[in-house]
């Protein structure tokens, strides 16, 4: 099973391009702490109507958790690069820095909810038609 779970921040903020056939493909890179203190930094790469509302609203420096899958691919020098192909990505925050100062919590109010696709279900931004598969073949049409 390939499967893959990150947290981190966003390093570049999403770049929105289409393939030939239309499909919109978002990129962005994501690094995350290492239990040495080491960063690894990931590539992602979002699809259709998700790439468009990461070009929205993802920025450099917010923190996101993706879930998705990896996939190899080489470079026409034999170098070989691992790509994450993101299924999920959630909205967790801005950075520090681009927040606006708010206000201390009631005890008794609700804790602050992440944003993700879920959120934007309920409020009828995206459909499950959205959120598609995609398959092999197109990965190879990304457009770098």
Not at 25 to 52: D, I
Not at 58 to 81: L, N, P, Q
Not at 90 to 96: L, M, S
Request: glycine residues 6%; contains cysteine.
């Amino acid at each position: 099973m390939n499967n893959i779970t990150i947290g981190g921040h966003v390093g570049q903020a999403p770049e929105l391009r289409h393939t030939q056939s239309g499909k919109a493909v978002g990129n962005f890179s994501v690094a995350t702490r290492e239990r040495n203190n080491e960063t690894q930094w990931f590539r992602v790469t979002v699809w259709e109507k998700q790439a468009e509302l990461c070009k929205q609203y993802v920025g450099k420096g917010d923190y996101v958790t993706i879930r998705g899958r990896m996939i190899s691919r080489k470079a026409e020098d034999g170098r070989e690069f691992w790509d994450l192909i993101a299924e999920r990505v959630e909205f967790a925050g801005k950075r520090d820095s681009q927040r606006e100062p708010t206000p201390k919590p009631d005890r008794h109010s609700d804790p602050p909810r992440r944003r993700d696709a879920n959120d934007l279900y309920r409020q009828n931004l995206l459909s499950s038609e959205d959120v598609v598969p995609v398959p092999l073949d197109d990965i190879a049409k990304i457009p770098f």
